[in-house]
């Protein structure tokens, strides 16, 4: 009996006390392509846990969960390229020329719109 008062506790996600990056991937998986969300976990959600991540990652998730439907947009191209730029070089290495020339981070931009939206996102050096 006074167990049971114990075990009925609800995590802090199901009673609705998460924090703001909780929020931002509900919103996100609200849209997206299921079949990638497997990838969408180990390669994003996962960092939530890295405190050097975290502003980041949370920058990246708000920009996406606003631009559901302006994958195709030069601005909001240029936009998620620069947050996922903050997110990948956390240590800010990469000047800008770098950064759009570096092969890793092309192959990143395109899976990252792959995984969220589903479809090809604009590369800012064509903008």
């Given at each position: 009996?006074?167990?049971?008062?114990?075990?009925?506790?609800?995590?802090?996600?199901?009673?609705?006390?998460?924090?703001e990056?909780?929020?931002l991937?509900?919103?996100?998986?609200?849209?997206?392509?299921?079949?990638?969300?497997?990838?969408?976990?180990?390669?994003?959600?996962?960092?939530?846990?890295?405190?050097?991540?975290?502003?980041?990652?949370?920058?990246?998730?708000?920009?996406?969960?606003?631009?559901?439907?302006?994958?195709?947009d030069?601005?909001?191209?240029?936009?998620?390229?620069?947050?996922?730029?903050?997110?990948?070089?956390?240590?800010?290495?990469?000047?800008?020329?770098?950064?759009?020339?570096?092969?890793?981070?092309?192959?990143?931009?395109?899976?990252?719109?792959?995984?969220?939206?589903?479809?090809?996102?604009?590369?800012?050096?064509?903008?």
């Amino acid at each position: 009996m006074i167990l049971d008062a114990f075990f009925k506790l609800k995590s802090p996600r199901a009673r609705g006390y998460g924090d703001e990056l909780d929020r931002l991937i509900s919103l996100i998986e609200s849209f997206a392509p299921k079949e990638f969300r497997k990838e969408r976990e180990t390669q994003y959600y996962n960092y939530s846990t890295l405190d050097a991540y975290r502003i980041p990652l949370a920058g990246l998730l708000e920009i996406l969960g606003k631009g559901r439907g302006s994958h195709e947009d030069a601005a909001f191209s240029r936009e998620v390229f620069l947050k996922l730029r903050a997110f990948y070089d956390v240590k800010n290495s990469l000047s800008d020329a770098q950064a759009l020339s570096d092969q890793a981070l092309k192959r990143k931009f395109r899976y990252l719109f792959r995984y969220f939206y589903g479809k090809e996102g604009l590369w800012p050096s064509t903008i």
